[in-house]
């Protein structure tokens, strides 16, 4: 594979996936590490990505700017966070995660709703404060540089404390089968600890997403309520899971 097509990969799979690790990417691309190395960090140098350590980050998941439109699949998930404000109540209790669709899905929150929302992620949370009926409530805990959203033992401690009517989850893969994983082990228990404080938990993941799988699991796909993706619910792509206990929207 050229350079060129192996870089192309790489920017589709961090787009995709807002972190990947080095080692993930030299298996795809069937090279080095330290060939996936040198291609992530001259994409950083022509300023298309964000090398860390170990790995790359999409700059639309680290540049989390009050109107940031340097986020892959912005429309889909525009579509996404449409369909989920649709579940949003008068004085319900809300959790939203992490991630470029939930930022967009506090976007499309009413000003006329009045709600109580959880967060732990900063991005969320800046967004939650100009919405004008909205309480806004972040779990603290150790604050992730890369993703800006708070982890650790406190985050956990206080997501068991509370109970939310919804909880709104992102997710880096998910498969019908083998149901939601990361690759970080942290997100994993965070994400956990989430879903056992949420009476129901809706899942907003572009479809690109699906049938994908790594190796730390958050839970079986039945424990989510809700799947929502760009796709219409019967769209044949979603087939598998319509298989599973999982309302589609």
Known sequence: MLKEERQKAILNEVALHNRVLLADLAEMLDVSIDTARRDVK?????????????????????????????VYALEEKKNIARKAAILLKEGGVIFIDGG?????????????IKLTCFTLSLPVAMELLAKPNVKVIFIGGEISPDSQISTGPSTIHQLSEI???????????VDSLFGLTEFDWDIVQVKK????????TVLLSISEKLNSQHRYKT???NAINTMITELDPNDNLLNLFR???????
């Open 100 to 112: 470029t669709t939930c930022v967009e899905l506090t976007r499309q929150i009413p000003d006329n």
């Open 219 to 221: 839970c079986n796909i």
């Open 42 to 70: 001259e994409l950083d140098a022509e300023n298309k990505l964000r090398k860390v350590h170990g790995g790359a980050i999409a700059l639309g998941f680290t540049h989390s700017t009050a109107r940031n439109t340097n």
């Open 163 to 173: 109970r939310v009517d919804y909880s709104f989850i992102g997710t880096g893969y």
């Open 193 to 200: 600890a989430v879903i056992n404080a949420s009476k129901k």
């Open 243 to 249: 298989n599973q206990e999982i309302h589609l929207l």
